[in-house]
C-alpha cells in the first residue's frame, strides 16, 4: 500500500520573498529615496504613487520607451500594405476601371492609405504598451502588504525588486533604511489559493452553455422540419419596403415597377448600328417602300410597335397576328457553314423546339400539353412549314425572333444577334429537309435513296 500523496496545500512552504517595500508620506521623500535607490545601482525598481510625480522616471532611471519606434514602423508597415495591396488588387490582379481613375496607385488610394497607416499605428500602440509593460498582470505581491492600498490615497511606495542583478537582502534593506522611510517591509508571496473560486467556475461554464443555446436553436431549426411559418427574427429585414421586378408599384402612373426604357435613349453598351444584321431589314431601303415613314417615329429596339404600314387582316395558317411590312434583307449575313449550323441548332433546341417543335411542324411538348388542356387564351406555334412562313425572306424570320410576332415573345435578351441568325438558318434548313428534290441531294448519295412506294 502506498501512502497517500501529502496535498500541496497542506505543506507549510516557507514564504518567498520579492524584495523590498519602503513607504513615505510625501514625493520628494519618495524622488530622494528613489535617486539613492538608482545611484546604487539597481534597475528593477518601482514606484507607486497616488498622483503621476514629475521626474520620478528619472529619479528612478527608467529609460525613454521605445514604443514611439516601434509605433513609426508599425505606420509605415500599414502604410506599405496600404500601397501595395490597391496597387495589386487594381492595377496588376483585376484591373478594373473607376471614373476613369488610373489604374494601380491613384489619388484615390490616399485615404486607405491613410486609414491603414493609422490602423496599424493604433493598434501596435496599444498592444505594444500592454505588452511592454508586462501587462496584464492580474496580481502583484506589494498587493499583499494592507499598507499598500494607501498607495492610491495619501502615500508613496518605493520598490526594489529581489530579481534585480546587484539585489541582496541585506544591503537594501540598508539603503531603503538610510532614506528615513515611514515603514519598511519585506514583500513576501502571496499565499491565497491561485485556483478561480468553483462559484464563478460554475457560473462561467452555466454562461458558456447558454451562449451556446440560439445556435442549437438555428441548427434544430435548419435540420428538421416545421409546418408553422417561419420565425422572422429581423422582421424589417424579411419585409422590406422594396419593389421586386413584376410587381406594382403607385410611384408611377402606369404602375409598373419594372421601368421601360426611357424614348429617345439608349443604355450604354446597347448601341447597334441601324443596320441589316442588327434589323432584319435594311433601313436605307425604307422609304423606297410605299406608303412608309410613320415607321421610324414608332420604331423602338427594332420593331415597328404599331404602324400605318402593317396589314391589319389576320394571316391564314394560323398566324393570327398581322406581319409587319419591312424591306426585309433576304441574303443571310453569316457563313451558312457547319459552325453555324450546329449553333442554330442548339438554340433552336433550347429557345424554339418547346413550342415550335423539334422538326418545326408547331407540335413541341409545350404546345402539345396546352392543346391538351384546351386554354382558350392558347395561340397555337404556328408550323414553321406553312406556306407563308417558307416564303418568309431570312429577315423576317430574324425580326420574328428578335421582337415576337403575335403572341410569341421576343427573343432578343435570350440570344445574341449572331445566335438569331444561327436559329434563322437552322429554321431554312428544316424547311428545305421537308421541301427537297432530288437535286438537293449529292450526286454520289442519290443511289443510296430507295425510292417512296
Ligand atoms: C412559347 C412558345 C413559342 C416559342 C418558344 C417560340 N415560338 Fe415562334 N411562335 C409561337 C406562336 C404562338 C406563334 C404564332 C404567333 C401569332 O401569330 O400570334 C409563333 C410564330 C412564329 C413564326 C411565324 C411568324 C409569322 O410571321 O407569323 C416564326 C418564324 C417563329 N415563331 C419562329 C420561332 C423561333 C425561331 C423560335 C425560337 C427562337 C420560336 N419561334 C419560339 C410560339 C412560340
Given at each position: 500500500?502506498?501512502?497517500?500523496?501529502?496535498?500541496?496545500?497542506?505543506?507549510?512552504?516557507a514564504p518567498r520573498s520579492f524584495g523590498w517595500m519602503a513607504e513615505f508620506s510625501d514625493?520628494?521623500?519618495?524622488?530622494?529615496?528613489?535617486?539613492?535607490?538608482?545611484d546604487s545601482g539597481y534597475t528593477r525598481t518601482d514606484a507607486f504613487t497616488p498622483f503621476?510625480?514629475?521626474?520620478?522616471?528619472?529619479?528612478?532611471?527608467?529609460?525613454?520607451?521605445?514604443?514611439?519606434?516601434?509605433?513609426?514602423?508599425?505606420?509605415?508597415?500599414?502604410?506599405?500594405?496600404?500601397?501595395?495591396?490597391?496597387?495589386?488588387?487594381?492595377?496588376?490582379?483585376?484591373?478594373?476601371?473607376?471614373?476613369?481613375?488610373?489604374?494601380?496607385?491613384?489619388?484615390?488610394?490616399?485615404?486607405?492609405?491613410?486609414?491603414?497607416?493609422?490602423?496599424?499605428?493604433?493598434?501596435?500602440?496599444?498592444?505594444?504598451?500592454?505588452?511592454?509593460?508586462?501587462?496584464?498582470?492580474?496580481?502583484?505581491?506589494?498587493?499583499?502588504?494592507?499598507?499598500?492600498?494607501?498607495?492610491?490615497?495619501?502615500?508613496?511606495?518605493?520598490?526594489?525588486?529581489?530579481?534585480?542583478?546587484?539585489?541582496?537582502?541585506?544591503?537594501?534593506?540598508?539603503?531603503?533604511?538610510?532614506?528615513?522611510?515611514?515603514?519598511?517591509?519585506?514583500?513576501?508571496?502571496?499565499?491565497?489559493?491561485?485556483?478561480?473560486?468553483?462559484?464563478?467556475?460554475?457560473?462561467?461554464?452555466?454562461?458558456?452553455?447558454?451562449?451556446?443555446?440560439?445556435?442549437?436553436?438555428?441548427?434544430?431549426?435548419?435540420?428538421?422540419f416545421s409546418d408553422l411559418p417561419r420565425w422572422h427574427v429581423w422582421f424589417d429585414m424579411?419585409?422590406?419596403?422594396?419593389?421586386?421586378?413584376?410587381?406594382?408599384?403607385?410611384?408611377?402612373?402606369?404602375?409598373?415597377?419594372?421601368?421601360?426604357?426611357?424614348?429617345?435613349?439608349?443604355?450604354?453598351?446597347?448601341?447597334?448600328?441601324?443596320?441589316?444584321?442588327?434589323?432584319?431589314?435594311?433601313?436605307?431601303?425604307?422609304?423606297?417602300?410605299?406608303?412608309?415613314?410613320?415607321?421610324?417615329?414608332?420604331?423602338?429596339?427594332?420593331?415597328?410597335?404599331?404602324?400605318?404600314?402593317?396589314?391589319?387582316?389576320?394571316?391564314?395558317?394560323?398566324?393570327?397576328?398581322?406581319?409587319?411590312?419591312?424591306?426585309?434583307?433576304?441574303?443571310?449575313?453569316?457563313?451558312?457553314?457547319?459552325?453555324?449550323?450546329?449553333?442554330?441548332?442548339?438554340?433552336?433546341?433550347?429557345?424554339?423546339?418547346?413550342?415550335?417543335?423539334?422538326?418545326?411542324?408547331?407540335?413541341?411538348?409545350?404546345?402539345?400539353?396546352?392543346?391538351?388542356?384546351?386554354?382558350?387564351?392558347?395561340?397555337?406555334?404556328?408550323?414553321?412549314?406553312?406556306?407563308?412562313?417558307?416564303?418568309?425572306?431570312?429577315?423576317?424570320?430574324?425580326?420574328?425572333?428578335?421582337?415576337?410576332?403575335?403572341?410569341?415573345?421576343?427573343?432578343?435578351?435570350?440570344?445574341?444577334?449572331?445566335?438569331?441568325?444561327?436559329?434563322?438558318?437552322?429554321?431554312?434548313?428544316?424547311?428545305?429537309?421537308?421541301?427537297?428534290?432530288?437535286?438537293?441531294?449529292?450526286?454520289?448519295?442519290?443511289?443510296?435513296?430507295?425510292?417512296?412506294?
Amino acid at each position: 500500500m502506498s501512502e497517500p500523496k501529502p496535498r500541496k496545500s497542506s505543506e507549510p512552504k516557507a514564504p518567498r520573498s520579492f524584495g523590498w517595500m519602503a513607504e513615505f508620506s510625501d514625493e520628494h521623500a519618495l524622488l530622494d529615496a528613489a535617486k539613492k535607490v538608482r545611484d546604487s545601482g539597481y534597475t528593477r525598481t518601482d514606484a507607486f504613487t497616488p498622483f503621476p510625480v514629475h521626474g520620478i522616471d528619472e529619479a528612478l532611471g527608467i529609460k525613454p520607451t521605445i514604443l514611439p519606434f516601434i509605433v513609426l514602423c508599425a505606420g509605415l508597415t500599414g502604410l506599405c500594405t496600404a500601397l501595395l495591396m490597391q496597387w495589386w488588387m487594381n492595377g496588376v490582379d483585376y484591373p478594373y476601371l473607376i471614373s476613369g481613375k488610373p489604374l494601380g496607385i491613384s489619388p484615390a488610394a490616399i485615404p486607405v492609405s491613410f486609414e491603414l497607416t493609422i490602423l496599424f499605428s493604433a493598434f501596435t500602440s496599444v498592444f505594444g504598451m500592454i505588452f511592454l509593460n508586462g501587462l496584464p498582470r492580474f496580481s502583484n505581491p506589494v498587493f499583499t502588504n494592507p499598507k499598500f492600498d494607501r498607495a492610491t490615497n495619501d502615500k508613496f511606495f518605493l520598490y526594489v525588486d529581489a530579481r534585480d542583478r546587484y539585489y541582496n537582502r541585506e544591503s537594501v534593506r540598508e539603503l531603503l533604511g538610510a532614506t528615513h522611510p515611514e515603514s519598511l517591509d519585506e514583500v513576501i508571496e502571496d499565499s491565497t489559493p491561485a485556483s478561480i473560486p468553483k462559484p464563478i467556475l460554475l457560473g462561467a461554464l452555466l454562461l458558456v452553455l447558454a451562449g451556446l443555446i440560439p445556435a442549437m436553436i438555428v441548427l434544430n431549426m435548419r435540420a428538421g422540419f416545421s409546418d408553422l411559418p417561419r420565425w422572422h427574427v429581423w422582421f424589417d429585414m424579411d419585409f422590406q419596403p422594396k419593389k421586386k421586378p413584376q410587381q406594382t408599384t403607385t410611384v408611377f402612373a402606369d404602375g409598373r415597377t419594372m421601368r421601360p426604357q426611357v424614348t429617345g435613349t439608349v443604355a450604354r453598351g446597347q448601341y447597334t448600328e441601324q443596320d441589316p444584321f442588327y434589323l432584319g431589314w435594311d433601313p436605307s431601303k425604307l422609304s423606297a417602300m410605299e406608303g412608309s415613314n410613320p415607321i421610324l417615329v414608332s420604331y423602338q429596339d427594332g420593331a415597328p410597335q404599331s404602324s400605318p404600314t402593317q396589314s391589319s387582316t389576320p394571316m391564314a395558317d394560323g398566324g393570327s397576328a398581322p406581319a409587319p411590312k419591312l424591306p426585309f434583307i433576304t441574303q443571310l449575313p453569316i457563313e451558312a457553314d457547319e459552325e453555324h449550323m450546329k449553333l442554330g441548332k442548339a438554340k433552336y433546341e433550347i429557345y424554339c423546339s418547346a413550342c415550335h417543335g423539334y422538326s418545326g411542324f408547331g407540335d413541341g411538348l409545350v404546345a402539345t400539353r396546352a392543346q391538351a388542356l384546351q386554354q382558350d387564351t392558347w395561340t397555337a406555334p404556328t408550323s414553321l412549314h406553312a406556306g407563308r412562313v417558307q416564303i418568309q425572306p431570312v429577315g423576317q424570320i430574324f425580326h420574328t425572333i428578335t421582337n415576337g410576332q403575335g403572341k410569341m415573345a421576343p427573343y432578343a435578351t435570350a440570344l445574341t444577334p449572331k445566335e438569331r441568325w444561327a436559329v434563322v438558318l437552322y429554321v431554312k434548313a428544316l424547311q428545305r429537309s421537308r421541301n427537297a428534290s432530288i437535286e438537293d441531294v449529292p450526286v454520289e448519295e442519290r443511289t443510296k435513296l430507295t425510292p417512296a412506294p
